[in-house]
C-alpha cells in the first residue's frame, strides 16, 4: 500500500503514524512536508498525524489547513483517495471543510490522555470493514480540543447518513451527541480523535488500531 504522512510543524505523532502504517502495511510511507506543493503519484492513503501542528496558536489545525499541501490533498480526496485525519489531522480536515463540524475545548477544560472506550457505528467505510457494527473497542485518546461541536442539522444529517463512525461509550470531553470520529459523505475521508497508531503491536497491549490499517490494507490490495 502506497501511502503518505503529512508532516507539519509541531506535529508530534508522525513518526509514530508512518511506523504503524509500515509495520501493518510492510510498505514505508512518504513524509510530506506540509509546505510542499503536490503529492506523491497513485497514493492509497494520505495520513494526517496527531500533534499540536503550528503550536495550535489561532484554533487548532487552523494555520496547518492553510498550508500549501492542502490544496492537492482536497483535490485527491474529492477524486475518492482515502484521507485519514488522527486528533489533529482531524482537525485540520474540519478547519480545511474535507469534515463538517468544528473540534472545540474540552468540557471540564481538561486534557485527557486514557484509554477510551469506543463503538464503532460505521463499519461500512474503507477504514472500519475489519469491524463489526456495535463492537466495542479501545483506543487511547490523548487531547485538549477534541471537543466535536456542530449544529443540530448537520449532527442530524451525519446520523441519517451514517457518517458517524465512532462514538465514545464513555463520557471524555463532552463531545456533541459522544462522536468520537466521522467520515465525508462518501465514506473516503475519516476524522477520528482516537489514536490508532498508539495500539498496534504486542508492546502497547492493545492492538486494536492495527484492525484499522488492515481495513485500509483490504481496500488498496
Known sequence: MKSA????????????????????????????WHADADLP??????????????????????????????????AQAERGTPVLGICNGFQVLTESGLLPGALMRNAGLDFVCRDVALEVVASNT???RAFAPGER???PVAHHDGNFQADDATLDRLEQQGQVALRYAEA?????????????AAGNV??????PERCVEPAHSNQTGRRLFESLLAIAA
Do not use: K, Q, W
Open 5 to 32: 504522512v503529512i508532516v507539519f510543524p509541531g506535529s508530534n505523532c508522525d513518526r509514530d503514524l508512518a511506523v504503524a502504517l509500515e509495520l501493518v502495511t510492510g510498505s514505508r510511507p512518504h513524509m510530506v
Open 41 to 74: 503519484a497513485n497514493l492509497d492513503l494520505i495520513a494526517l498525524p496527531g500533534g499540536f501542528s503550528h503550536g495550535d496558536y489561532l484554533r487548532s489545525g487552523a494555520i496547518a489547513a492553510r498550508s500549501a499541501i492542502m490544496r492537492p490533498i482536497i
Open 126 to 128: 474503507p477504514f472500519t
Open 137 to 139: 473497542i479501545t483506543i
Open 172 to 184: 471524555v470531553n463532552g463531545s456533541a451527541r459522544s462522536i468520537a470520529g466521522i467520515t465525508n
Open 190 to 195: 475519516l476524522g477520528l480523535m482516537p489514536h
